[in-house]
């Protein structure tokens, strides 16, 4: 394993090299939803949701859906539906554990993404996840964000990646199948082409239904 040689352990290390954040990059946090940023999520079609566990684990999943799918309930708390997945629940144990949740919400074809950190709780009401149903499949479970803290972050990270410009990415080659990284992971004695044919069936048929 790499062991490092020169760790950074204080921020002031980090601004003796670097520049202080400008004063638009400080104050920019607010406690609630306003318009600019209930604008943003209502146009939002994927967003990252990171958790915590009590001993500092994390988790990162990504959720999608067409815009306006995260409910704005009051300036204050948002509902993210919950929809078909791996059934491992990750994130729901972690919010069980310690109610902290972190957002990050990417609008396609804006450079900017927008952030937002809070309490979680995982909710059944019935009448949030019905607001969150698609094509007649309302979810057993939503996740609940209390907002404690939202703003805007800067595009330069997705200007860098060209994440809005497809075509200038060239096509991935030798890069494992889904199929492959599971058998190999897993250890698992099944056919490929039978675990690759269950995976598309699960992409296709399995988007809001189980």
């Given at each position: 394993?790499y062991?490092?040689?020169?760790v950074?352990?204080?921020?002031?290390d980090?601004?003796?090299?670097?520049?202080?954040?400008?004063?638009?990059?400080?104050?920019?946090f607010?406690?609630?939803?306003?318009?600019?940023?209930?604008?943003w999520?209502?146009?939002?079609?994927?967003?990252?949701?990171?958790?915590?566990?009590k001993?500092?684990n994390?988790?990162?999943?990504?959720?999608?859906?067409?815009a306006?799918?995260v409910k704005?309930l009051?300036?204050?708390t948002?509902?993210?539906?919950?929809?078909?997945?791996n059934?491992?629940?990750d994130?729901?144990?972690?919010?069980?554990?310690?109610?902290?949740?972190?957002?990050?919400?990417?609008?396609?074809?804006r450079?900017e993404?927008?952030?937002?950190?809070?309490r979680?709780?995982?909710i059944?009401?019935?009448?949030?996840?019905?607001?969150?149903?698609?094509?007649?499949?309302v979810?057993?479970?939503?996740?609940?964000?209390h907002?404690?803290?939202?703003?805007y972050?800067?595009?330069?990270?997705?200007?860098?990646s060209r994440?809005?410009?497809?075509q200038?990415?060239?096509?991935?080659?030798?890069?494992?199948?889904?199929?492959?990284?599971?058998?190999?992971?897993?250890?698992?004695d099944?056919?490929?082409?039978?675990?690759?044919?269950?995976?598309?069936r699960?992409?296709?048929?399995?988007?809001y239904?189980?």
């Amino acid at each position: 394993m790499y062991q490092p040689t020169d760790v950074v352990t204080t921020i002031e290390d980090v601004y003796r090299d670097m520049r202080r954040p400008y004063e638009s990059q400080t104050s920019k946090f607010i406690d609630r939803i306003d318009p600019h940023i209930q604008s943003w999520i209502e146009h939002s079609t994927f967003l990252m949701m990171a958790t915590v566990d009590k001993a500092g684990n994390m988790d990162v999943s990504p959720k999608g859906d067409p815009a306006g799918f995260v409910k704005i309930l009051d300036d204050r708390t948002l509902a993210i539906p919950d929809r078909p997945g791996n059934h491992r629940y990750d994130g729901f144990q972690n919010i069980i554990e310690t109610g902290r949740i972190g957002l990050v919400f990417l609008v396609p074809h804006r450079t900017e993404v927008v952030r937002v950190n809070g309490r979680a709780q995982v909710i059944r009401d019935v009448p949030v996840c019905e607001a969150c149903a698609i094509n007649g499949r309302v979810p057993d479970f939503a996740v609940l964000t209390h907002v404690e803290e939202a703003f805007y972050h800067c595009g330069k990270s997705i200007i860098r990646s060209r994440l809005w410009h497809p075509q200038e990415h060239p096509k991935p080659k030798d890069l494992p199948t889904y199929a492959e990284a599971l058998i190999a992971h897993g250890n698992l004695d099944v056919d490929y082409d039978e675990m690759n044919a269950h995976l598309r069936r699960n992409e296709e048929k399995r988007l809001y239904d189980e």
